[in-house]
């Protein structure tokens, strides 16, 4: 998976900020930790912030490592995280080079599908938790829940756009499939291994509020938008507006589903 399109946290702020900071809270819920003052914990391709912010927020921790593979999603991160606590790393995060067991906590949000090998991430993870650490991550399930991305890509399939059945983020993500998901983090040795949906409502304004951030080019769904023709984009856009909404004025809520995986350093 190429990581070209994480290149302005600012456009990708504006396009998935909206969802992902309101399911990181969500995911810390589920895991039960809000409050619970860990010793240490890292946050694997943090990106610009969201899951860390939370983790803050929320008192998780002491300290705090946020770890992303992209200096401009880290800077971002920087610059809105200002905490002696945090510190921020930049490397990949299926070979972070940490040594092991550093962690009692170690969390991702929304990164685990887009690295090479997830699997090769799972394993990292689990490496970098001390006996007993809370291992947790979640990844939005495109082939269903995710409905804001769903159904762009239902739309761009509705029109026969190219590549579309290559490009689905449900066709390139087995991982976000629930029992692959599962599989995978038993098979990474995370004792007590669970996998269960974490949602929230993503809110718009409007259409143009919903679909604008389309154009950004930051993720899997945008860099397909973007790279279509002209006349291909317009007939999207058209049939998604159809599919999400009677009046293109009004405001409107789409279901957003992720599956959260929970277990335990051994
Ligand atoms: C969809 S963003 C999620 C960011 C953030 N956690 C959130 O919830 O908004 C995916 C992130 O994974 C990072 N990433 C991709 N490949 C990576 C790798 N091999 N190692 C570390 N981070 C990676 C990207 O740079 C990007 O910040």
């Not at 589920?30 to 010793?39: K, M």
């Not at 829940?145 to 026969?160: L, T, V």
């Not at 002209?230 to 009046?247: F, I, N, P, Y």
Request: aromatic residues 10%.
């Amino acid at each position: 998976m190429t990581n070209d399109f994480w290149s302005d946290g600012e456009l990708y702020e504006r396009y998935t900020g909206r969802w992902s900071r309101l399911i990181a809270n969500e995911f810390i819920a589920w895991l039960g930790i809000e409050g619970s003052r860990l010793e240490n914990c890292i946050d694997m391709g943090c990106g610009t912030g969201a899951l860390s912010e939370a983790l803050l927020a929320n008192a998780v921790c002491e300290s705090l490592t946020c770890f992303d593979l992209s200096p401009a999603y880290l800077s971002l991160a920087k610059k809105r995280i200002q905490s002696k606590e945090v510190e921020f790393l930049l490397g990949d995060g299926q070979n972070t080079l940490l040594p092991s067991g550093k962690y009692c906590g170690v969390v991702s949000g929304l990164a685990v599908n887009f690295v090479e090998s997830p699997e090769k991430m799972l394993s990292e993870m689990r490496r970098l938790g001390r006996s007993g650490a809370t291992l947790g991550l979640y990844i939005w399930d495109f082939a269903d829940g995710m409905k804001p991305i769903r159904m762009f890509w239902d739309a761009a399939h509705e029109c026969r756009a190219p590549d579309v059945e290559e490009l689905d983020s449900a066709n390139l993500f087995p991982i976000c499939q629930r029992e692959n998901l599962l599989e995978s983090i038993s098979e990474a040795g995370w004792l007590e291994p669970e996998v269960a949906p974490v949602e929230i409502d993503a809110r718009f304004e409007n259409f143009d509020d919903y679909w604008t951030p389309f154009l950004s080019g930051q993720g899997t769904a945008p860099a397909f938008a973007v790279g279509l023709g002209e006349e291909v984009r317009e007939k999207v856009r058209q049939t998604l507006c159809a599919m999400v909404t009677h009046d293109s004025n009004e405001p409107f809520v789409l279901r957003t589903s992720a599956w959260g995986a929970k277990g335990i350093a051994p």
